[in-house]
């Protein structure tokens, strides 16, 4: 099992920067996605950035250029560097891990989150 604890939300203006952190423990030789998601109020949780054990990273088109996910096979920690940030920005930002096991020849893949950190965005 995997255990993911956030950190480095908080309150800041337009155009500020932020960075969260994202602390894995348990089984993480394991894990081959680590994703941040956010949600906004009153709207479903939304996926902002992902990065594969290759290295690989992905962004939704409002992260584009704005974010960058930071983070090695290590996985420990995994980053969200957030710059340029915007009003619509703001939500409870969830990391994720995806934890791959061979079960039987098969793989399986379990997901887990972590408790969430706040970024308000605010003038």
């Known amino acids: 099992q995997v255990q993911l604890l956030e950190s480095g939300g908080g309150v800041v203006q337009p155009g500020g920067s932020l960075r969260l952190s994202c602390a894995a423990s348990?089984?993480?030789?394991?894990?081959?996605?680590m994703d941040w998601y956010r949600q906004a109020p009153g709207k479903e949780r939304e996926l902002v950035a992902e990065?594969?054990?290759?290295?690989?990273?992905t962004y939704s088109d409002s992260a584009k250029g704005r974010f960058t996910i930071i983070g090695d096979n290590r996985w420990n920690p995994v980053y969200l560097q957030m710059d340029g940030l915007k009003p619509e920005d703001t939500g409870v930002y969830y990391c994720?891990?995806?934890?791959?096991?061979?079960?039987?020849?098969?793989?399986?893949?379990?997901?887990?989150w972590g408790q969430g950190t706040q970024v308000t965005v605010s003038s």
């Open positions: 348990g089984t993480v030789f394991s894990i081959t996605t």
């Open positions: 994720k891990a995806t934890e791959t096991v061979d079960v039987n020849g098969q793989p399986r893949h379990y997901d887990y």
């Open positions: 990065i594969t054990k290759g290295g690989t990273a």
